[in-house]
């Protein structure tokens, strides 16, 4: 099998939520899903953008798309662990950039898993790319939520 390198170096973490692993997000081995994790992770990502009062899609049809993600697991959590993910933004470019997550256990702070979401400024209208406005940079770069 490949391993896979998540790129997490220099990662400022500026977000932290708490999630519980749910009975329905285990599979036949009782670990948690790579399915379910994404999804967990995807859940993070919005709620780091809601502490940040950034919209998934403002007025203008204007958001942010994610184009790929890429996670390492590192240590299979079960059911009813509780997961601590921690969210920050990095490499960004004039259209978009990377949302850096690292997974850890609440109990005893041992890891997951990291992953990396990509993400590009999206036109839903026009069905393009577009520069990240320099308002939602700065939403993005700032270090507190």
């Not at 502490?51 to 049809?61: F, L, Q, R, T, V």
């Not at 009813?80 to 259209?95: C, I, M, S, Y």
């Not at 940079?137 to 507190?144: E, G, N």
Request: charged letters at 20%; aromatic letters at 8%; hydrophobic letters at 40%.
């Amino acid at each position: 099998m490949t391993e896979f390198e998540v790129g997490l170096e220099d990662t400022n973490f500026v977000f932290e939520t708490v999630m519980r692993v749910r009975t329905t997000e285990i599979g036949i081995g009782q670990h948690l899903d790579i399915e379910a994790l994404v999804a967990l992770l995807t859940e993070s990502r919005a709620r780091f953008l809601y502490a940040k009062s950034i919209k998934e899609i403002n007025a203008n049809y204007h958001g942010l798309m994610t184009t790929y993600v890429t996670t390492r697991v590192l240590s299979r959590a079960r059911a009813r662990e509780e997961l601590l993910f921690e969210v920050g933004v990095q490499h960004l470019t004039p259209t978009g950039g990377e949302f850096a997550f690292k997974v850890t256990r609440m109990s005893d702070g041992s890891p997951v898993a990291n992953a990396v979401m990509g993400f590009v400024a999206y036109d839903y209208r026009q069905n393009s790319e577009i520069p990240l406005s320099q308002s939602l940079r700065d939403a993005l770069t700032s270090a507190s939520c």
